[in-house]
């Protein structure tokens, strides 16, 4: 079946660093989708990448579609405490008959201020 | 809206049990999806509806497990008898489509099974 990994699994960064963080998908998506988790909380949806080769900005996020549409990345620029969470990729298999989301291992991110 | 609604909040019972889950999804929602989430298998798709009717269940652990979607606006996660091993984050989530719109996820239901 459909595998989404990411990497790094978890990060520690000081504030003001950067952070990125890649998923790549065992098989082509029709988009690709992002999501962060606070501690306790439950995953609120960030983006949504649809095009090959896409790549979106919001605030000091940006985030990429790759062009065989099978990998994305997220990168944070100059981290906030704010940004402390577990980011999770998620998309629904092109190429198979399931569409609802297979979300990624996701990447956990930790800020010291 | 309110959002997604899932109760109970949070679920002890015991070994053998039975445990019902309740969501009630995002109205004018057409999809709605029930993840489970430990810290060992991350998130983890047990089952979707779409229109009301299972499209794919492959992700249900045993027979232990089963849901229903009766209506547009309730669906429930079942789980008997229950196993100290399904002791997990059991989150509902709604979208307008099946995997290519947003997902909007309750708060959660975090089951312990003593």
């Known amino acids: 079946g459909q595998q989404v990994m990411q990497i790094p699994q978890y990060q520690h960064v000081q504030e003001g660093e950067d952070f990125t963080t890649y998923c790549n998908s065992s098989t082509t998506l029709s988009n690709i989708q992002w999501y962060k988790q606070r501690p306790g909380g439950h995953p609120v949806f960030l983006i949504q990448l649809v095009k090959s080769g896409e790549v979106k900005k919001q605030k000091r996020l940006t985030f990429q579609f790759g062009e065989a549409k099978k990998n994305s990345s997220l990168h944070i620029t100059a981290t906030q405490t704010t940004d402390v969470g577990t980011y999770f990729c998620a998309g629904p298999a092109r190429d198979t008959g399931r569409r609802a989301l297979t979300f990624g291992s996701g990447t956990r991110l930790q800020v010291q201020p | 809206d309110a959002g997604v609604i899932q109760s109970p909040r949070h679920e002890v019972t015991e070994m053998g049990q039975e445990v019902t889950l309740r969501c009630k999804p995002i109205s004018g929602h057409n999809s709605l999806f029930w993840y489970r989430q430990t810290m060992m298998r991350g998130l983890e798709l047990l089952i979707y509806?779409?229109?009301?009717?299972?499209?794919?269940d492959s992700g249900m652990p045993e027979d232990r497990f089963s849901a229903k979607m009766p209506n547009a606006s309730f669906s429930t996660l079942k789980i008997q008898p229950s196993e100290p091993r399904d002791s997990a984050v059991y989150f509902c989530?709604?979208?307008?489509?099946?995997?290519?719109?947003?997902?909007?996820f309750g708060q959660g239901t975090r089951l312990t099974v003593v």
């Open positions: 509806f779409n229109n009301n009717v299972p499209i794919d």
């Open positions: 989530a709604s979208s307008l489509e099946q995997g290519s719109t947003e997902a909007f």
